[in-house]
Nanobody, 127 residues
Framework: HVQLVESGGGSVQTGGSLRLSCAVS????????MGWFRQSPGKAREGIAA??????FYRDSVKGRFTVSLDAAANTFHLQMNSVKPEDTAMYYC???????????????????????WGQGTQVTVS
């Protein structure tokens, strides 16, 4: 069983930066696709980024502003959020599933239904 523990959420002003972290209980980095999702009240949970083997995928709305990285020694994934906007306000979740993040082409694992393990979520508020 894999456990994910998130940290780093909070309040930030428009244009500012925030870094979210997701600590993974098992050394899975080499075998797993790590996803980042967010959900606002009344909206569906949307995939914003995924990462595996040094390759990252991003939703267009965060591309160029958000960066996913892995600290392999600490088995922790990070989501660096720069130039944040009020529309980035949401509950953010990390998720993990074994297997590739992509099977090729433009498709990547952005659907919540494709992940089995989830963090508890952390709130990000941009004002």
């Amino acid at each position: 069983h894999v456990q994910l523990v998130e940290s780093g959420g909070g309040s930030v002003q428009t244009g500012g930066s925030l870094r979210l972290s997701c600590a993974v209980s098992r050394h899975t980095a080499s075998r797993a696709c790590m996803g980042w999702f967010r959900q606002s009240p009344g909206k569906a949970r949307e995939g914003i980024a995924a990462f595996r083997d040094g390759t990252a995928f991003y939703r267009d709305s965060v591309k160029g502003r958000f960066t996913v990285s892995l600290d392999a020694a600490a088995n922790t994934f990070h989501l660096q959020m720069n130039s944040v906007k009020p529309e980035d306000t949401a509950m953010y979740y990390c998720a993990l599933d074994f297997g590739p993040c992509t099977t090729g082409g433009a498709w990547w694992r952005s659907s919540a239904s494709l992940y089995h393990f989830w963090g508890q979520g952390t709130q990000v508020t941009v004002s």
